[in-house]
């Protein structure tokens, strides 16, 4: 089944403690990107990637990190997690030569 | 000015009626306008699909662009309680998918 896979689904953590969240698509996208979704401001793009090794910053960059070592992983890295990281995070890939991003599930980390 | 407008609701209409979702945009360089649908405790996925003005069907579903009023507009007939869930609007630019708040929608027995 085509899809993309975040990981964990739920996530509690302190503050400054680093985490990673991954994500993994299995339909040989060129591009993925992160997002973060809070009440009220929608979704609001975190960093993303046009292919292997190219990654670019998004609107809300910030205390985030992320890498693009291989096709299929795009990790998102918070070396320093603060509770205004507190939101539900959104994984997306597509094609290259297609507008339409698909979704994992989704990731809700609270930064205590 | 926000680059995207969207009336976060939430929305309450009874199952039949015709649902009329809304978002006006001011970025004149978007050229894919999109709508998006979101389940609860699911990531969003793509429902409809534009790039020039006047009306796509697609089922129940219409999409209306108007980019000489820089508005996008999303129609549901015949509204079921499956219908019942968050539309976002989206628009893409250079490389750059731009988001509405969304709108939640519920569709009462």
């Known amino acids: 089944e085509a899809q993309v896979t975040q990981n964990p689904r739920y996530l509690i953590t302190v503050t400054g403690k680093k985490l990673t969240v991954t994500c993994s698509q299995n339909?040989?996208?060129?591009?993925m990107s992160w997002y973060r979704q809070d009440p009220g401001l929608g979704l609001r793009q975190i960093y993303y990637s046009m292919n292997v090794e190219v990654t670019d910053k998004g609107d809300v960059p910030e205390g985030y990190k992320v890498s693009r070592k291989e096709k299929r992983n795009f990790p998102l890295i918070l070396e320093s997690p603060s509770p205004n990281q507190t939101s539900l995070y959104f994984c997306?890939?597509?094609?290259?030569?297609?507008?339409?991003?698909?979704f994992g599930a989704g990731t809700r980390l609270s930064v205590l | 000015q926000k680059e995207v407008e969207q009336d976060p609701g939430p929305l309450s209409v009874p199952e039949g009626a015709i649902v009329s979702l809304n978002c006006t945009y001011s970025?004149?360089?978007?050229?894919?306008f999109m709508w998006y649908r979101q389940y609860s405790r699911k990531g969003p996925e793509l429902l409809m699909y534009t790039y020039s003005s006047g009306n796509k069907e697609d089922g129940r579903f219409t999409a209306q662009v108007d980019k000489s009023s820089k508005y996008i507009s999303l129609f549901i007939r015949d509204s079921q309680p499956s219908d019942s869930a968050t539309y976002l609007c989206?628009?893409?630019?250079?490389?750059?998918?731009?988001f509405g708040q969304g709108t939640r929608l519920t569709i009462n027995p």
């Open positions: 339909m040989n996208h060129e591009y």
């Open positions: 989206a628009f893409q630019g250079a490389q750059k998918l731009v």
């Open positions: 997306a890939s597509s094609p290259r030569n297609e507008n339409i991003q698909y």
């Open positions: 970025n004149s360089a978007f050229q894919y």
